[in-house]
């Protein structure tokens, strides 16, 4: 049972397997706003080989009584399969990708080259006066790329939000 | 199905028009509660072609909703409902909303522009989909006719599978018109949607555990008993029996356990008996059946029932501590979970508490004493208590199978109060929406299933007027539905709380420039009556039941009077109004409790 009284917000990371049909993202969207419930993040793609399921993961924030309500309500959707606490059923993964522009010459270009090969930021595209960088990590990772990138030249960030599984041999349909 | 219907179907293609109602036919549906428009024409054309279908002209596509609600509450079946593409399908959004919130199971065709014009702004066109997503269980647009049959036959299951609601289909014009070839509803369990209706036996032990420990226990069931069929109704009334313990139900729930039984303590929650609130709130342990701990139910929540071990059953897991965190979850179809905890208690060894149970008993008779219910009906000005009151008896001395349906405010709250209802199915009331303008349409839709029911829809005068039109179609059908109007020439509820609340500033709640109902209920072919003195209603109520027809019987009542009991909205079920004299109380009355609904 979930303590009402406890108002402490912890982060979630949801797995939901569904249907990949018309509209499911608006119905799993439309339950979060219909119902005030916080998106941090949500990604989604089919995952199986016919493209009949697509697999969500959803980062929100909420007290152990909302998380609960939030995975009840994404349940009783009719094209949802599964659905899967990431954080509270055991050690998981959560990944993110992002692409991220710098402009800048010389010294801070050299500089942004050297950050990012100590953060395994792969560069995808350079010009005279700009690079991007393609980078894999957990959330906290990225970002404190991002804080080095921006006093170099920081221009744009395009992010995918996060992607997670959990760690083992188990998997989300049993 | 018959033999020949089958053949028919595996050798033929057939319009897409065709498709459906071949698949509502295998789908169990008698009756469809529409009307007719552009995108919908080659179904209305299939209709008119066949016999097996019955279909209701309606006057208003809210109405059609409405009234596939009454049928389907009062036989447990789904309705069905037909509209057109866009004024059509907006219009039926407000019952569709009715049926989520209160757990009914329908289905609703709507007609859509035909596929290549979708997102074109074409003519009636409306994003169905888009807009009925939140206002409905699940819903469907059939792009490809080789899915249409299997999408209806998928409606027809997610509508009435777990917990029951409203199912929209919508079909552009195209489809309905294509060629495909008709399947049977598939024997393999649905992909993805499969709720669990029984319940897990370690649960069960535990609550018949606590039960049996129980000094003051008591049981709270709501719609989903009624929801689980009249054999849910049986074994619930037995269960209370065997143990011994008070019951009481919600508003959806009133008829599971039979008014005149002595262990039914009445309705609960806002404006429930001073008895079911107090037991509630001083119970040790609380049984709950099918009910989802409503704000109408529970008042202010940290007050809510605050020493007691919580139970609760429930088909839909996302009821389950939403509202109110309880000590053992239940998660089943409330038959199958009455029917376990039958079991259950049979073999558990443990004794009650007799003791402490006939204690409890005693305090509740205490509580009974104060007789919240009582009026004083004196002169000539009728009470409204009293009219209902005497609807109900003299219902009851013609013995005759009746069902009552209601509007939304005061009357509907009376109706609840004053009316004993002795078997489910039998009560049809816009409970989660409150939807004005309800109880009409839900009674045609109650006659059409039962049509030599009496049905009578208790309103008030403000709430009837929402769906007046629906008149024409009591007339065109025949249907003998009975309006019993209690006419305080007030939007009583909206009244009661300015009163209240608000400083007596009657703001925009007055019936001004109401019709002559009589007159009004003869235009459309009705009889009409109006009592205006105490000591004519009787004769006006017996003139209303003998009449073959249907009639509006239009009782003037105190303009005046509220509805009491009542908990204050942010109030503790022991911080009750019992009546006017006590209505100072509600100077108390806290901000946030202001902030309510």
């Known amino acids: 049972m979930p303590d009402p009284s406890d108002t402490t917000f912890r982060n979630a990371t949801i797995a939901v397997l569904v249907e990949n049909e018309a509209g499911i993202l608006a119905r799993v969207v439309g339950l979060f706003s219909g119902r005030g419930y916080n998106i941090e993040s949500l990604t989604v793609a089919p995952v199986d080989e016919g493209r009949r399921l697509s697999r969500i993961t959803i980062v929100t924030s909420g007290t152990d009584m909302v998380i609960e309500q939030i995975k009840a309500q994404l349940d009783r959707l009719v094209p949802v399969h599964k659905v899967a606490d990431l954080t509270l059923e055991g050690p998981h993964l959560a990944r993110e990708m992002m692409l991220i522009k710098v402009v800048g010459k010389g010294e801070h270009r050299s500089e942004a080259l050297r950050l990012a090969d100590a953060f395994r930021a792969r560069v995808v595209d350079a010009t005279t006066e700009s690079l991007v960088f393609e980078m894999t990590g957990a959330g906290d990772k990225l970002d404190a790329f991002i804080a080095l990138m921006r006093p170099i030249g920081l221009k744009e960030i395009s992010r995918t939000g996060v992607v997670g599984i959990a760690r083992g041999a188990g998997g989300l349909l049993a | ?70 049928y389907a509450r009062s036989t447990g079946k789904v309705g069905c409902v037909l509209v057109t593409s866009g004024p059509g399908a907006t219009n039926a959004v407000t019952g569709l909303v009715d049926a989520l919130l209160d757990s009914v199971p329908v289905v609703c065709l709507t007609g859509q522009v035909p596929t290549h014009l979708i997102g074109n702004d074409a003519f009636q066109e409306a994003d169905t989909t888009g807009i009925t997503r939140p206002a409905t269980k699940h819903n469907y647009l059939v792009k490809d006719i080789g899915k249409l049959a299997a999408t209806v036959h998928e409606a027809f299951y997610v509508a009435r599978a777990g917990r029951p609601g409203p199912v929209v289909i919508d079909l552009p014009k195209d489809i309905l018109i294509g060629k495909g070839t008709y399947q049977e509803a598939p024997q393999a369990p649905h992909r993805s949607y499969r709720p669990q209706t029984e319940p897990e036996a370690g649960a069960i032990r535990e609550a018949v555990a606590l039960l049996k420990g129980a000094k003051r226990p008591i049981l709270y069931s709501g719609g989903g008993v009624i929801n689980a069929g009249p054999e849910a109704s049986r074994l619930l009334t037995e269960f209370v029996r065997m143990t011994g313990m008070p019951c009481t139900n919600t508003l959806m729930g009133l008829g599971a356990c039979p008014a005149s039984d002595p262990q039914f303590l009445g309705m609960l929650g806002m404006h429930g008996t001073y008895e079911a609130n107090l037991a509630m709130h001083g119970c040790d342990v609380m049984l709950n059946i099918g009910a989802r701990f409503d704000d109408r139910v529970t008042g202010r929540l940290n007050a809510f029932s605050p020493a007691s071990k919580k139970i609760h059953a429930d088909i839909d897991p996302s009821s389950i501590n939403k509202n109110v965190p309880v000590d053992v979850a239940i998660v089943g179809d409330a038959g199958r979970v009455l029917q376990a905890l039958i079991e259950a208690w049979k073999e558990d060894d443990a004794a009650q508490d007799k003791a402490a149970l006939a204690a409890w008993w005693r305090q509740i008779d205490a509580w009974r004493a104060k007789q919240c219910l009582g009026y004083v009906q004196q002169g000539s000005i009728i009470k409204p208590q009293h009219a209902v009151r005497r609807l109900y008896e003299m219902t009851r001395e013609l013995g005759r199978d009746t069902y009552i349906t209601t509007e939304v405010g005061q009357h509907q709250m009376w109706a609840a109060q004053y009316f004993g209802f002795e078997k489910p199915n039998r009560w049809m009331t816009s409970g989660g929406l409150g939807t004005m303008g309800y109880g009409l349409p839900s009674a045609m839709g109650v006659q059409i299933a039962h049509p030599d029911a009496l049905v009578i829809d208790i309103a008030g005068e403000a709430s009837i007027l929402m769906n007046i039109q629906e008149m024409g179609t009591l007339a065109q059908y025949r249907l003998p539905v009975k309006i019993f109007i209690l006419n305080n020439e007030y939007m009583g509820m909206v009244r009661q709380w300015q009163e209240l609340l608000h400083g007596s500033r009657y703001s925009e709640s007055y019936s001004a420039a109401l019709p002559d109902f009589v007159k009004l209920a003869e235009s459309f072919h009705a009889h009409g009556i109006r009592v205006t003195r105490a000591e004519d209603l009787d004769a006006g109520i017996r003139e209303m039941l003998a009449h073959p027809g249907p009639v509006i019987a239009d009782i003037a009542v105190a303009k005046d009077e509220n509805c009491f009991p009542m908990i204050p909205s942010g109030a503790a079920h022991n911080e009750m109004i019992l009546g006017a004299g006590q209505s100072g109380g509600v100077a108390g009355v806290t901000d946030e409790g202001k902030v309510l609904v």
Do not use: C, W
Request: aromatic fraction near 6%; avoid cysteine.
């Open chain 2, 1 to 70: 199905m018959s033999a020949t219907l089958q053949t028919q179907t595996e050798a033929r293609t057939m319009t897409g028009a065709e498709i459906v109602l071949q698949a509502l036919k295998e789908n169990g549906v008698e009756v469809i509660f529409g009307y007719p428009g552009g995108a919908v024409l080659p179904l209305y054309d299939a209709l008119f072609q066949q016999n097996a279908i019955r279909h209701i002209l309606v006057r208003h596509e809210q109405a059609a909703v409405h009234a596939a609600e009454g």
